[in-house]
DNA sequence: AACTTACGTAAGGATCTGCTTACATATCGT
DNA sequence: ACGATATGTAAGCAGATCCTTACGTAAGTT
């Protein structure tokens, strides 16, 4: 779970996730997306995997990857566990920035 | 927001975190709670700090720290975005997971 | 069998991170 | 002014991280 959580503080692994948030991709269509090589993202696709983010399936000579939704909802839990007993707070504060924003249509 | 992200992403900064959650306290007095060396912990308020997860308040000799609501706030909304148009899927996928959970009760 | 395609893995390098020890600074009490 | 207390800052180190180039491997193609 700590693992999971440092895996999405990377942008080029976010960026995988939301690619294969919903589309099943192989590794080739995912690393075209990106300026860094192959073999990084090849790299950053095994860290999602290991930290139950991303699956993998193999049709022949490819990899296809998709997001791993148990995996996200694990985290997700972990993550509003964190903000847990503050929640109300939070709440009240995105409230007040909210009309803070919103103070220029007057 | 990229950075408060990698912030929370170290246990101890986490922990941190949730000692001032509701209450102000003294660099020391968080220090206290560690077990590496009050330099570590002072190096965690300023990464905290710089990130925009906690403020500081000058107080004679002490340093009194307390978590920022906004910073935080704004943090969980990031989260919640990147979540998102999923969060449906992420739900049923938590409920599944919960049903799973409570099979022994049968 | 030989070639091509799609991929992972190995090795290494630059930079970042989290930590330590030593030192600097600022405020308070006397 | 002086010493004690509370804290940050500097320097440096070991290990992690993210990337690259080179190489290995496995499945399809001819």
Do not use: C
């Amino acid at each position: 779970m700590e693992a999971a959580l440092r895996a999405i503080a990377e942008p080029h692994r976010r960026q995988i996730l939301r690619l294969v948030w919903d589309a099943e991709l192989s590794a080739g269509e995912i690393a075209s997306h990106f300026d860094v090589t192959r073999p990084a993202v090849s790299q950053h696709l095994n860290v999602l995997k290991e930290v139950g983010l991303v699956s993998e399936r193999r049709n022949g000579t490819r990899r296809l990857y998709r997001a791993n939704p148990q995996g996200l909802a694990e985290l997700k839990a972990f993550l509003d566990a964190f903000w847990g007993e503050r929640l109300e707070l939070l709440k009240q504060e995105a409230e007040r920035e909210e009309r803070k924003t919103r103070e220029h249509d007057d």
